[in-house]
């Protein structure tokens, strides 16, 4: 059975970093490319950021464009999405995904999802 379980939510002030993670299970890890969305209250599922699986695709929303980071470690089936310089606006469920092969940006086409975790960041 595949599962998707993130951790690390809760709530941090602007400016703060927060790591969330992502722990798979059952499925070949290291062939599915990865990424996290996000939903903030009253506002639809969106792509955050995401990479295939060789790592050389990256994806990233423009407006987390050098705070955030996703990393993975395919010998402990995790993902990772490092987030700098936290702002309000980046307050939502975020959403641990992945897709065979492609970094996973089209709702569609993603093939399992996490149960999410919250992030909340007060001004």
């Known amino acids: 059975q595949v599962q998707l379980v993130e951790s690390g939510g809760g709530l941090v002030q602007a400016g703060d970093s927060r790591r969330l993670s992502c722990e798979v299970f059952?499925?070949?890890?290291?062939?599915?490319?990865v990424g996290w969305f996000r939903q903030a209250p009253g506002s639809e599922r969106e792509p955050v950021i995401a990479?295939?699986?060789?790592?050389?695709?990256?994806y990233y929303k423009d407006s987390v464009k050098g705070r955030f980071t996703i990393s993975r470690d395919n010998a402990k089936n995790m993902v990772y999405l490092q987030m700098n310089s936290l702002k309000p606006e980046d307050t939502a469920v975020y959403y641990c995904?992945?897709?065979?092969?492609?970094?996973?940006?089209?709702?569609?086409?993603?093939?399992?999802w996490g149960n999410g975790t919250l992030v909340t960041v007060s001004s």
């Open positions: 995904v992945v897709q065979l092969f492609s970094p996973p940006t089209i709702p569609d086409r993603v093939y399992y």
């Open positions: 059952g499925l070949p890890f290291s062939n599915y490319g």
């Open positions: 990479n295939d699986w060789t790592e050389t695709r990256p």
